[in-house]
T-cell receptor, first 113, second 115 residues
Framework: SQELEQSPQSLIVQEGKNLTINCTSSKTLYGLYWYKQKYGEGLIFLMM?????EEKSHEKITAKLDEKKQQSSLHITASQPSHAGIYLC?????????????FGQGTILTVHP | GAGVSQSPSNKVTEKGKDVELRCDPI?????LYWYRQRLGQGLEFLIY????????KSGLPSDRFSAERTGESVSTLTIQRTQQEDSAVYLC?????????????FGSGTRLTVV
């Protein structure tokens, strides 16, 4: 079965700093979702990457998909306290199984003002 | 409604009791998913429904777990004879199509505590 490993597991940064979170898959990536979760709340969809080399941005958050490395990275520029939360990556197990996702363990981001 | 609604938001039940969790998806979303998030662990897929197709139940952990969906509307997840290991946040999500190219919309979850 597919496994997604996120690194780092937790991250503490000062406001204004840039940061990167990585998500590495044990198998071929057919797509990759990034979500953000705040305590006690549901997951907020950030973006989905479908093709190798694809890069998407949403406000100050940019994500890339490297098919060869079976990895995706999420980069936050000039972090703000509002970026704090748990970042989760999720991937479908195969090209025809988009209905279910395997998720990473999450990266806990803390941003100090 | 504007988002995915789940009820109850919190449920405490005694071991051995049955519980029913409800999910109201976004109107028009044909696909509906249930996930479980146990403390300190990642999200686990449980089941998804897509239109009139047979649901994919491959993630249900045991036969104590079942789920139903009425058309493209409300879904209920039922756990019979609850055990302490069933304690978790149960998250429901919906999307316009299977796979959710635009992402699944998740509800806030039901926090289940089995005592």
């Amino acid at each position: 079965s597919q496994e997604l490993e996120q690194s780092p597991q937790s991250l503490i940064v000062q406001e204004g700093k840039n940061l990167t979170i990585n998500c590495t898959s044990s198998k071929t990536l057919y797509g990759l979702y990034w979500y953000k979760q705040k305590y006690g709340e549901g997951l907020i969809f950030l973006m989905m990457l479908q093709k190798g080399g694809e890069e998407k941005s949403h406000e100050k958050i940019t994500a890339k998909l490297d098919e060869k490395k079976q990895q995706s990275s999420l980069h936050i520029t000039a972090s703000q306290p509002s970026h704090a939360g748990i970042y989760l990556c999720g991937a479908p197990p195969g090209g025809t199984s988009y209905g279910k996702l395997t998720f990473g363990q999450g990266t806990i981001l803390t941003v100090h003002p | 409604g504007a988002g995915v609604s789940q009820s109850p938001s919190n449920k405490v039940t005694e071991k051995g009791k049955d519980v029913e969790l409800r999910c109201d998806p976004i109107s028009g979303h044909t696909a509906l998913y249930w996930y479980r998030q146990r403390l300190g662990q990642g999200l686990e897929f449980l089941i998804y429904f897509q239109g009139n197709s047979a649901p994919d139940k491959s993630g249900l952990p045991s036969d104590r777990f079942s789920a139903e969906r009425t058309g493209e509307s409300v879904s209920t997840l039922t756990i019979q004879r609850t055990q302490q290991e069933d304690s978790a946040v149960y998250l429901c999500a919906s999307s316009q199509q299977l796979g959710g190219e635009y992402g699944y919309t998740f509800g806030s979850g039901t926090r289940l505590t089995v005592v």
